[in-house]
């Protein structure tokens, strides 16, 4: 079973934001992942939509196992188990949310589809707080 290394984006702004990002985690690695890295955390406003609640934000790199359907479906399992009532693809919009997280990037893959765009180029390329998380993995 072959190895695919694997950047992800996790974010929390709704109640013990390290303490979600923590638990988040957890469940990768319980999942048979792998965490390699784990960025500082960082706070910053929220993006596309409007918020009192700042968020914390962490960027991971993981080796896994799984497809990048396989991990999206894995990493929306978590964010369901931990409480996340709305995904922005179902909703057409951001909202406050308990856990985030995005994959950045998969191996050197090139993929879009509905669900997944890999690279993401929003983090990549548009959002500041992303920019500076990741400018160490690269």
Known sequence: MSQHKVVLLLGSNIGDKKKNLHEALEHIKKGGNDILKISEF?????V???????F??????????????QLLDFIKSIEVEMGR????????????????IDIVKYDELKFTSERL??????HLF???FSRILLKDFF
């Open 117 to 122: 765009e890999v690279p993401h180029q929003k």
């Open 85 to 100: 009532i709305n995904d922005s693809k179902v909703s057409g919009g951001y909202a406050d949310r308990i856990i985030d």
């Open 42 to 46: 960082l706070t910053s406003e929220p």
């Open 48 to 54: 596309e939509f409007v918020s009192s609640n700042i």
């Open 126 to 128: 548009e959002r500041e």
């Open 56 to 69: 914390c934000n962490i960027a991971s790199i993981i080796f896994t196992h799984l497809s990048p359907i």
